[in-house]
Structures are given as structure tokens and as C-alpha cells.
């Protein structure tokens, strides 16, 4: 059984910076994905990053793409979102996630999740 955790959440003013940590356990890095996902209120979850085969796979939605970056450490069992130039519009509760394998784009292939992890930003 895959289980995460998330942390890093937190307040913080716009232009800001924070980075949230996923530590996974029950996963294969070198062939699963992890992704991390933001619900803001009143929308639906939305996938924003992923990484899979232990880094070698990447992927993005274009709006946070040039502010995000998703990496991991070298167990593959830590994943990272760096999240820069931080904006109201990125309020939301994130969520890390698990997939079997690629493609790691897939956001509807993911079926292990965290409890997620608050990001408040304000203006």
C-alpha cells in the first residue's frame, strides 16, 4: 500500500516562495509517478506536476509551468514542488498522489493520495 504525506504548507505573501515535500512510502520510484495536484475552493482538483521513472519523466500544466519545479531526492521517495512568484490565484489545499507507471501527465491515472497540505496567498 502506497502511503503520503505531505508538508511545506503554509501563508504567504504574494511574490513569495515555498517549497512542499512528499514523502512517499510503498512506491517504486524507478517505474511509478508521484504528481501533485491543487484543489482552490469551488473548483475541481487539478493535476499541476509530476515526475516519474525516477526523474527521468516530467510534466507540467502550463499555467504554473517557469514558476514550478518538481524534483526529488536521490531516493526517489521525497518529491518537491518549488513554487515561485507565488499569487492569490495559487490558494488552494495540494495534494501528492501516486501512479502505477507513465504517463505521468495522465492526472486521471492517480490513485494513492496524501491529505494535502494548505497554501494560503495573499495580496
Known amino acids: 500500500q502506497v502511503h503520503l504525506v505531505e508538508s511545506g504548507g503554509g501563508s504567504v505573501q504574494a511574490g513569495d516562495s515555498l517549497r512542499l515535500s512528499c514523502a512517499a512510502s510503498g512506491y517504486t520510484p524507478s517505474t511509478g509517478c508521484i504528481g501533485w495536484f491543487r484543489q482552490r475552493a469551488g473548483q475541481e482538483r487539478e493535476g499541476i506536476a509530476a515526475?516519474?521513472?525516477?526523474?527521468?519523466?516530467?510534466a507540467y500544466r502550463v499555467s504554473v509551468k517557469g514558476r514550478f519545479t518538481i524534483s526529488q531526492d536521490n531516493t526517489g521517495n521525497t518529491v518537491y514542488l518549488q513554487m515561485n512568484s507565488l499569487t492569490p490565484d495559487d490558494t488552494a489545499m495540494y495534494y501528492c498522489a501516486a501512479a502505477a507507471s507513465p504517463p505521468c501527465g495522465a492526472w486521471a491515472s492517480y490513485n494513492f493520495w496524501g491529505q494535502g497540505t494548505q497554501v494560503t496567498v495573499s495580496s
Open positions: 515526475t516519474g521513472r525516477g526523474g527521468e519523466v516530467t
